[in-house]
């Protein structure tokens, strides 16, 4: 069982930036890949970006794409969101996910198998 726990969410300006982290238990994180999703009152949850085992491949909503950068640190078991240039439709509970997820099932958000429980983050205009 892995455990996902989010973190540096918040209230943020219009063209500020924060970064999520998404801190992970257990000695298996490399196995997985991982994925921030979110969702917005009254919307679905939606993909936002996800990063493979070691970092080599990445994915982006085209929504996000050129403002918002996934990475991962192993030795850490933590992955991170850093969002830039913010925008208020940005503003979502923001999940962190993983699971063992081939490439081309990085944007389904039932492909993973472990979530953690969302930070809020909040965009001003």
């Known amino acids: 069982q892995v455990q996902l726990v989010e973190s540096g969410g918040g209230l943020v300006q219009a063209g500020g930036s924060l970064r999520l982290s998404c801190a992970a238990s257990?000695?298996?994180?490399?196995?997985?890949?991982m994925g921030w999703f979110r969702q917005a009152p009254g919307k679905e949850r939606e993909f936002v970006a996800a990063?493979?085992?070691?970092?080599?491949?990445?994915d982006y909503a085209d929504s996000v794409k050129g403002r918002f950068t996934i990475s991962r640190d192993n030795a850490k078991n933590t992955v991170y969101l850093q969002m830039n240039s913010l925008k208020p439709e940005d503003t979502a509970v923001y999940y962190c996910?993983?699971?063992?997820?081939?490439?081309?099932?990085?944007?389904?958000?039932?492909?993973?198998?472990?979530w953690g429980q969302g930070t809020q983050v909040t965009v001003s205009s």
């Open positions: 257990g000695r298996t994180f490399s196995r997985y890949r």
């Open positions: 990063i493979s085992k070691y970092g080599g491949n990445t």
């Open positions: 996910a993983g699971g063992i997820v081939s490439g081309s099932s990085a944007y389904t958000d039932f492909k993973y198998d472990y």
